[in-house]
């Protein structure tokens, strides 16, 4: 009677830690996946874009886009505020979805404001480039823009033409 129940113990035990490896394999490969297929320009994007350009260009961009960060840098921390506030008033009773809409239309303004004087500065710095680097930094960018599951997944075959149909025949007499 003990072998049974210590089969079965030992059973149970291997399934269940198949289980658990396999659904923290599953989080780690989705939120992997979810990260990648974000074609939002994410922190680091533009550094990440800028790293086969000769040195000299390379560190010009970083130093340009550490300035660009700090003239942005109150502004966002204001649009932050905004959000937070607005996310945190929901709670209150005396808030209205009026009150909350417009501090979170105002926290996006501001972030649009952000990411144009940043792309702007670097559209400028990215002009002034001789052509081959233009064409890297060009490469870059598209690499650090595109989904990975764009790159993976290959698009759909085009539906097959369909064949024009036989004349009817005519009826027999």
Do not use: C, H
Request: net charge positive; proline share 10%.
């Amino acid at each position: 009677m003990r072998g049974r129940w210590l089969t079965i113990g030992l059973i149970v035990s291997v399934t269940l830690n198949l289980f658990l490896i396999g659904a923290g394999g599953g989080v780690l490969w989705l939120g992997m996946r979810m990260a990648r297929e974000n074609a939002a320009m994410r922190a680091g994007a533009l550094v990440r874009a800028s790293r086969d350009l000769p040195q000299p260009d390379r560190r010009n961009m970083r130093l340009m886009l550490r300035q660009a960060w700090l003239a942005v840098k109150a502004p966002a921390e204001q649009s932050r505020a905004l959000r937070l506030d607005a996310w945190g008033s929901i709670a209150d009773p005396a808030a209205t979805a009026a009150q909350i809409k417009q501090k979170l239309a105002q926290s996006r303004q501001l972030d649009l404001a952000d990411r144009t004087t940043v792309e702007e500065r670097v559209v400028d710095y990215a002009l002034a480039l001789p052509p081959a680097d233009r064409k890297i930094f060009a490469d870059g960018m598209l690499r650090v823009l595109t989904p990975v599951r764009a790159v993976i997944v290959k698009p759909p075959a085009p539906p097959p033409a369909i064949a024009p149909a036989a004349p009817a025949k005519p009826p027999n007499p």
